[in-house]
C-alpha cells in the first residue's frame, strides 16, 4: 500500500526564520511528487518532481526530491505570516490510472 | 477562485436526507476526482473519471453515488449518510496523460456537517 509520512506534524517559528519541510514516501509506479499549501480549504499547488537532485524554485519556496532515498524537502525562507497554513505531500503513482496519496500535512504557524 | 467551482460551500444534513455536491471545472480538464478530508486525517480519494468514464472507485460505501455527466461536471450524491462521513469534500480535476507541471488543481471544498 502506498504510504506518505510528513514530518513535523506542527512547526511553530517566528516570522524571518526559515524552515524545512519533510517528506517520505513508498510507493510503487512513482510518478510525481506533489507540494500543495492548504490555508482554509482549497489546497493551492505549489510544485510538482518527478526528477532527483533538480531544485525546483518560486519566490522564497524551493523543493527537492531524492529518489533514491524516497523523501522531498519543502525549504521556506524569511517567512511571513502569509506563509502560515498546512502544507501537504502527496505522491502519485500509476497504474493505467492516477492515483494521488496524501500525507497527513504539516501545520506551519508563522508568529508575527 | 482556482478554476474549479464547488457548491455548496456548506451543507448540514440529517441522516435520512438526500442531498447532492456538484463540482464544475473550467480548465479544459479531462479528470476529476472527490477526495475526503476528515480532521487528522490525511486527503483520501473516493472517485476518479477520466473522460467521463468512472476509473477508480476507492471502496466507498454505495450511500455516495458520483456521476460524471460531461468532462466539465461532477456531482457526488449522498444519501442516508452517517456522521461519520462529516467532512469536508474537494473535488479536483487534472489533464490526464499530458498534464504538463500543474499537477491537480482543487475546489474549495463542501462542508458537510451530518446530524
Known amino acids: 500500500e502506498d504510504k506518505v509520512v510528513q514530518s513535523p506534524l506542527s512547526l511553530v517559528v517566528h516570522e524571518g526564520d526559515t524552515v524545512t519541510l519533510n517528506c517520505s514516501y513508498e510507493?510503487?509506479?512513482?510518478?510525481?511528487l506533489l507540494w500543495y499549501k492548504q490555508e482554509k480549504k482549497a489546497p493551492t499547488f505549489l510544485f510538482m518532481l518527478?526528477?532527483?537532485?533538480i531544485e525546483k524554485k518560486s519566490g522564497r519556496l524551493s523543493s527537492i526530491l531524492d529518489k533514491k532515498e524516497l523523501f522531498s524537502i519543502l525549504n521556506i525562507t524569511a517567512t511571513q505570516t502569509g506563509d502560515s497554513a498546512v502544507y501537504l505531500c502527496?505522491?502519485?503513482?500509476?497504474?493505467?490510472?492516477?492515483?494521488?496519496?496524501f500525507g497527513t500535512g504539516t501545520r506551519l504557524t508563522i508568529i508575527p | 477562485e482556482t478554476g474549479v467551482t464547488q457548491t455548496p460551500r456548506h451543507l448540514v444534513m440529517g441522516m435520512t436526507n438526500k442531498k447532492s455536491l456538484k463540482c464544475e471545472q473550467h480548465?479544459?480538464?479531462?479528470?476529476m476526482y472527490w477526495y475526503k478530508q476528515s480532521a487528522k486525517k490525511p486527503l483520501e480519494l473516493m472517485f476518479v473519471?477520466?473522460?467521463?468514464?468512472?476509473?477508480e472507485n476507492n471502496s466507498v460505501p454505495s450511500r455516495f453515488s458520483p456521476e460524471c455527466p460531461n468532462s466539465s461536471h461532477l456531482f457526488l450524491h449522498l444519501h442516508t449518510l452517517q456522521p461519520e462521513d462529516s467532512a469536508l469534500y474537494l473535488c479536483?480535476?487534472?489533464?490526464?496523460?499530458?498534464?504538463?507541471?500543474?499537477?491537480?488543481?482543487f475546489g474549495s471544498g463542501t462542508r458537510l456537517t451530518v446530524v
Open positions: 479536483a480535476s487534472s489533464q490526464y496523460f499530458d498534464r504538463g507541471m500543474d499537477g491537480y488543481t
Open positions: 510507493v510503487t509506479n512513482f510518478r510525481s
Open positions: 518527478t526528477s532527483s537532485g
Open positions: 502527496a505522491v502519485e503513482a500509476y497504474f493505467g490510472n492516477e492515483k494521488l496519496t
Open positions: 480548465l479544459g480538464h479531462n479528470a
Open positions: 473519471y477520466n473522460f467521463k468514464e468512472q476509473t
